[in-house]
């Protein structure tokens, strides 16, 4: 009789898009269904779908029209998520984004950072608390790099198994 | 777009691409905001903060001193969307102290990004926010449209 193996297989997941903004939520659903596939328990498959959603939303912003690409692994094995999202940027929204990274970065309490987001970005304004709550809820770390000609890559990346969030009394 | 915020009578509802929501009364006339669907379009405040401003002057005439913010049919609320609770927490707090009201958040356990959104919302929001949980799907008591009469208590 075969042995049935329990090493943890990772999940790959790449897509290259021109303009996904109609299947967004279909792929955050898909990429739900993939973690729950791959994450275990607790709702790490949740908060990587909405991680997804948010990166894909901010690329979307600057893409023009052009290709989005997302990367997605989960690694059990590893104890390791990573979701990268490329799209094209020009250098002076390279370098906006860049320094906005920079500064939530430099702010090691992410819930922190989320509320000063809250509190600073005005009611009425279009956008800019996406990374601050992918990095707050779904508990990732974003770094960007410099891709191939013109394009930015939005890397956000940690454990597979986070420690359930507890805020005031509240836990998530 | 088709995006729109209306006053039928004196009920407001907003309906987005992918989403809507109504103002409603409970059984005890309380009010109750339903919200449906999936809010994931670029820029849901262009029709979302009306539809809460709208809402927040008719809890402030009625002195309410709660609304229930029912999530149990919202699928998803993306960060754009998130930041019309923002606004309308921001609403709020500009209100003197006694006029103050109370969301209180409706979610669904079955909706598992709800509960850490609503984490940072509770941080944010402080006393003016609330939050209850349920297991089950909406619960079956019938409501009607809002205000139905009377000032809110």
Not at chain 1, 24 to 33: A, K, L, P, S
Not at chain 1, 80 to 104: F, H, K, W
Not at chain 1, 107 to 126: F, I
Not at chain 2, 14 to 27: D, I, N, P, R, T
Request: glycine share 8%.
């Amino acid at each position: 009789m075969a042995e049935t193996s329990t090493t943890p297989v990772p999940a790959r997941l790449s897509m290259r898009m021109r303009p996904p903004w109609p299947f967004i939520d279909d792929v955050r659903r898909f990429v739900e269904t993939l973690g729950a596939c791959t994450c275990g328990g607790e709702d790490r498959d949740a908060q990587v779908a909405m991680a997804v959603h948010e990166l894909m939303q901010n690329a979307l912003a600057h893409a023009a029209g052009d290709d989005v690409e997302l990367d997605l692994e989960i690694d059990p094995g590893r104890d390791r998520i990573e979701i990268t999202v490329t799209n094209p940027c020009s250098d002076e929204a390279y370098e906006q984004l860049g320094a906005r990274v920079e500064r939530m970065n430099r702010e090691p309490d992410a819930l922190a950072w989320y509320l000063r987001c809250m509190e600073e970005l005005p009611g009425r304004s279009r956008g800019g608390l996406g990374l601050a709550r992918l990095r707050f809820e779904a508990q990732l770390e974003v770094t960007l790099r410099r891709g191939r000609t013109g394009r930015v890559a939005v890397c956000a990346a940690g454990k597979v198994r986070a420690p359930p969030l507890e805020v005031g009394g509240f836990n998530g | 777009m088709g995006d729109s915020v209306e006053g039928r009578g004196s009920t407001l509802r907003v309906a987005g691409e992918k989403f809507s929501a109504e103002v409603l009364s409970g059984l005890r006339g309380e009010p109750r905001v339903e919200f449906r669907g999936t809010i994931s379009s670029s820029n849901p405040a262009e029709v979302l903060n009306p539809f809460v401003e709208a809402v927040h002057a008719q809890l402030v005439a009625r002195r309410a001193s709660e609304i229930s913010v029912d999530f149990l049919d919202l699928e998803f609320c993306n960060s754009s969307g998130f930041k019309s609770f923002v606004f309308w927490l921001e609403q709020i707090r500009r209100l003197p102290e006694a006029q103050r009201y109370r969301l209180r958040f409706i979610s669904s356990a079955g909706r598992r990004w709800q509960r850490v959104s609503l984490l940072a919302l509770t941080s944010f929001g402080g006393e003016n926010v609330t939050i209850e949980t349920l297991s089950t799907s909406r619960p079956a008591c019938p409501v009607r449209p809002w205000p139905a009469g009377g000032a809110q208590s």
